[in-house]
């Protein structure tokens, strides 16, 4: 998913990683009791879901999980592994991911 930066709702920035990092905190506070399921990773980026929040995929021809997520970047990039934060990684559900009609269509073409 190349385009992934069309889908973003909301951008701050900061001076330092440390104010950046207790924002990033009180988002995921936020976001953790809107929606019921998430998968955290210690290098500082979440998806939150709700499994019934799907929508209609045209290209697929199915319904598919719609993901909220949450990630600290630096220069639109994953942040230096020093700046990871391990406790963060933890998850209380993990991710569907359905084999995209379209990806598995391009797949059988390759081989």
Known sequence: MDDWKEDIIKV????NYHEALQCYQKEWVKL???YSNFN?????????WNKQD?????ECGDYVQRYHSLALLTDWQEIPSSWFRP???KRNDTP?????F?????????N
């Open 54 to 58: 799907q929508h209609w995929c045209e």
């Open 12 to 15: 701050l920035e900061f001076d």
């Open 32 to 34: 953790r009791r809107r």
């Open 96 to 100: 569907f991911r359905p084999k995209c």
């Open 102 to 110: 379209i990806k598995q269509k391009n797949e059988q073409g390759q």
């Open 40 to 48: 955290s990773h210690g290098d500082i980026m979440t998806a939150f």
């Open 87 to 89: 406790a963060f990684t």
